[in-house]
Nanobody, 123 residues
């Protein structure tokens, strides 16, 4: 049974940084495309960033490029999201995502989800 267990998140002031982690178990992590999504209250879940199975290529949403960095450690079956220069509008629940084929950039095609991590940015 595949599990994605997230850690990190919390409350931070605007301009600050946070790192989210997502540890996978029960599957072949090194073969999956991994990514992060977020969902603010009353809004749809939106794509944040994705990384190929090897970690050689990354993609991110235009609004977060340069501030958010996705990375992975296949030896630890873990994917990370480093967030910096945080803004109040970054407040949301962040979800780790795994996709067995391709990259998780569309929520409806994601195979596995983490439990979600609340990130709150105070202005």
């Amino acid at each position: 049974q595949v599990q994605l267990v997230q850690s990190g998140g919390g409350l931070v002031q605007a301009g600050g940084s946070l790192r989210l982690s997502c540890a996978a178990s029960g599957g072949t992590f090194s073969q999956w495309g991994m990514g992060w999504f977020r969902q603010a209250p009353g809004k749809e879940r939106e794509f944040v960033a994705a990384i190929t199975s090897s970690g050689g290529d990354t993609y991110s949403s235009d609004s977060m490029r340069g501030r958010f960095t996705i990375s992975r450690d296949n030896a630890r079956n873990t994917v990370y999201l480093q967030m910096s220069s945080l803004k109040a509008e970054d407040t949301a629940v962040y979800y780790c995502a795994a996709q067995r084929v391709g990259l998780p950039h569309t929520a409806r095609w994601v195979d596995y989800w983490g439990q979600g991590s609340q990130v709150t940015v105070s202005s």
